[in-house]
């Protein structure tokens, strides 16, 4: 299953005159409303009182990480309750505040919070965000370098 | 031959790498998987080449470049840091003839 990277994959065909368009952050929801793993997450949403919360920010136009997502959907371990959002809904650092406290500036993605009975144990952005949900669903880092080499390409 | 890396942090050996103001900010690190977690002076010490600018101002002049790469960035959107790169910028400063590759994808070949 790789319902993430497929809409990483999604292409739009630009408008008459321009050489871009994106609609990925429109179809993001709806994929992520088919995996029986994840939720979207609201900006002020609490974290569960009771068990571990993984709360994932990514950006669509990220390979890393949809691929990332798409790791932990296959993934049987791991917190009991993980939520999404885009980050493209964050306007300032206020909105990743506002999902993990203490986070700071984001500067890359994801970005990540752990908690454990209702308590923040654990954040971070970019590669600090990655390990974290590396290491709370036991996935093998790995299995994200083998299919995103930037340096082969496709007409 | 003049290649650039648009938000690029060292991924395509020999290719110049372009990142915004704010990747000089203290707390900025690179994501590249094989080599996250690294200041852009740590990058360059590496031996990767940086030029520091805003995304919808380029240094580059018209027609003067002849491979744009971009992998794994915003494009054509105000993200929470500032304006993410720029495709109208992309297509002044490519080369006619020369491409922009995007995510390992050939996106667009100028006229």
Redesign the interface.
């Known amino acids: 299953m790789s319902r993430f990277f497929d809409l990483?994959r999604h292409d739009t065909p630009p408008p008459p005159g321009?050489?871009?368009a994106?609609d990925r952050s429109a179809l993001f929801p709806d994929v992520v409303r088919q995996s029986p793993r994840l939720r979207l997450w609201c900006r002020d949403e609490p974290a569960p009182g009771v068990g571990r919360f993984l709360l994932v920010g990514v950006?669509t136009?990220?390979?890393?990480d949809m691929k990332l997502l798409d790791l932990i959907e296959q993934t049987p371990d791991g917190p009991e309750v993980v939520g999404v959002f885009d980050t493209?809904e964050?306007?300032?650092?206020a909105?990743?505040e506002a999902r993990s406290p203490g986070i700071?500036?984001?500067?890359?993605?994801p970005a990540v919070g752990l908690w454990e009975d209702g308590k923040l144990v654990a954040r971070g952005w970019?590669?600090?965000g990655?390990l974290i949900v590396f290491r709370a669903c036991g996935i093998d880092p790995d299995q994200?370098?083998e299919l995103?080499d930037?340096?082969?390409?496709?007409? | 031959m003049l290649a650039v890396n648009l938000g690029g942090e060292g991924?395509?050996p020999g290719v110049l790498n372009q990142q915004p103001p704010?990747?000089l900010?203290p707390?900025?690190?690179?994501?590249?998987?094989?080599n996250?977690?690294k200041t852009i002076r740590e990058l360059e010490a590496e031996g990767h080449q940086f030029i520091i600018a805003p995304n919808d101002q380029l240094p580059f002049a018209d027609e003067s470049v002849d491979v744009v790469?971009t992998?794994?960035?915003?494009?054509?959107?105000l993200t929470?840091?500032g304006p993410g790169v720029q495709?109208s910028e992309?297509?002044r400063i490519l080369n006619p003839g020369r491409i922009?590759?995007?995510?390992?994808?050939?996106?667009?070949r100028k006229p």
């Not at chain 2, 707390?27 to 094989?34: A, I, K, N, Q, V």
């Open positions: 990483f321009q050489i871009y994106d950006a136009w990220s390979g890393y493209a964050c306007k300032s650092d909105d990743f700071g500036t984001v500067y890359q993605m970019g590669h600090e990655r994200m370098r995103l930037p340096r082969s390409v496709s007409a | 991924e395509f704010w990747a900010n707390g900025w690190r690179s994501t590249t998987l094989g996250p977690g790469y992998n794994g960035v915003p494009i054509d959107v929470h840091l495709s992309i297509r922009w590759i995007d995510d390992r994808r050939v996106r667009y």
